[in-house]
């Protein structure tokens, strides 16, 4: 079975946060990559124990377009979302999930990242999890969606 680690420092929101809110919890996320700021931006999530995210597998997967970077191949960075222009239109959204009590699981938050300067179709996924008496992003999945 895995476990929810929830770092010191992760952003939280309040259980009624709206789905701007969350989304700028992303952006934040975002930003923090564009800075090449990994350990940080990991820090601001919480993880599951299944995905065994790291910050160096985050680095990697986005260097590697969705799979870990090989030597040799392309390597990809993330952009800064207020200095992001061209590619596909920005692509962002909050799924919750009508009838989710009583799971701690509300929904999820999908976000087209920003790469070398374009909107991409890498996707980052975050589930919306309550956790105690407030909302965390835990990291699911960094994709091509």
Known sequence: MSKIFVPEGALTFPKEASDEELLDGVKK??????EARF?????????DSYYEWTPDLIRSVIAGYG????QGDPEHRISKIVETEGGRAPDWWVDRWENAEPSNRLGFVSFGLPLDGE????????EVLRNKDHLVLVLQDIHVF
Not at 29 to 34: E, K, P, Q, R, S
Not at 119 to 126: E, I, Q, Y
């Open 119 to 126: 909107w991409s179709d890498l996707t980052a996924t975050f």
């Open 39 to 47: 350990s940080e931006a990991y820090n601001l999530t919480a993880h």
């Open 67 to 70: 799979m870990p970077h090989e």
């Open 29 to 34: 996320w975002v930003d923090l990559l564009a």
